[in-house]
């Protein structure tokens, strides 16, 4: 396994990149939306590859045999949880390959998707996980409450940051 650090760069629409973020999300959670498609689902990922602010698609890239390949993705995005749709903005669709977690890939991300809200002038960030609590914690996120969401029990968390 390669040694370097991951570098984090923005995801843009036109990246060889978008394809494979795009398939690990879908996988990881497609079937909570069985009324989107895959191409819908990669569309909609585009679509959230903005310039700068809300939206934003992150990915972490490795040197691997020469060439950049993707460990890791989040994304900023204006809505995540649509039962509440008066919450903004979400840090949303954090994912890091099995085979390259426990190497602080998914935290930087997080660091990444807080600096790009806290640039546009958002006060703070929600999020929802089924699991992760203890990593966002971590970071500095605060559980809010646990909720039923699309069949799984998950827990809305915030962390806010001055301005």
Same mark, same amino acid.
């Given at each position: 396994? *390669?040694?370097?650090?991951?570098?984090?760069?923005?995801?843009?629409? /036109?990246?060889?990149?978008?394809?494979?973020?795009?398939?690990?999300?879908? $996988?990881?959670?497609?079937?909570?939306?069985?009324?989107?498609?895959? *191409?819908?689902?990669?569309? /909609?990922?585009? %679509?959230? @590859?903005?310039?700068?602010?809300?939206?934003? #698609?992150?990915?972490?890239?490795?040197?691997?045999?020469?060439?950049?390949? *993707?460990?890791? $993705?989040?994304?900023?995005?204006?809505?995540?949880? /649509?039962?509440? *749709?008066?919450?903004?903005?979400?840090?949303?669709?954090?994912?890091?390959?099995?085979?390259?977690?426990?190497?602080?890939?998914?935290?930087?991300?997080?660091? %990444? #998707?807080?600096?790009?809200?806290?640039?546009?002038? @958002?006060?703070? @960030?929600?999020?929802?996980?089924?699991?992760?609590?203890?990593?966002?914690?971590?970071?500095?996120?605060?559980?809010?409450?646990?909720? /039923?969401?699309?069949?799984?029990?998950?827990?809305?968390?915030?962390?806010?940051?001055?301005?």
């Amino acid at each position: 396994m *390669p040694s370097s650090l991951p570098v984090l760069r923005r995801l843009r629409p /036109d990246s060889p990149h978008l394809e494979t973020l795009a398939r690990w999300t879908y $996988t990881a959670w497609g079937a909570r939306y069985p009324e989107e498609s895959w *191409p819908q689902w990669r569309d /909609d990922m585009r %679509r959230q @590859c903005g310039e700068q602010g809300v939206p934003s #698609v992150f990915v972490a890239l490795a040197e691997e045999a020469g060439r950049e390949i *993707p460990v890791g $993705t989040a994304s900023l995005t204006a809505s995540d949880l /649509d039962t509440r *749709p008066e919450l903004t903005p979400w840090l949303a669709s954090v994912f890091v390959p099995s085979a390259w977690r426990g190497r602080g890939i998914a935290s930087a991300l997080v660091e %990444r #998707v807080a600096e790009e809200a806290r640039a546009a002038g @958002c006060s703070g @960030c929600y999020l929802y996980t089924p699991d992760q609590q203890a990593l966002y914690a971590r970071q500095g996120w605060q559980a809010q409450e646990a909720l /039923d969401y699309r069949g799984e029990r998950v827990t809305l968390m915030w962390r806010g940051w001055s301005a």
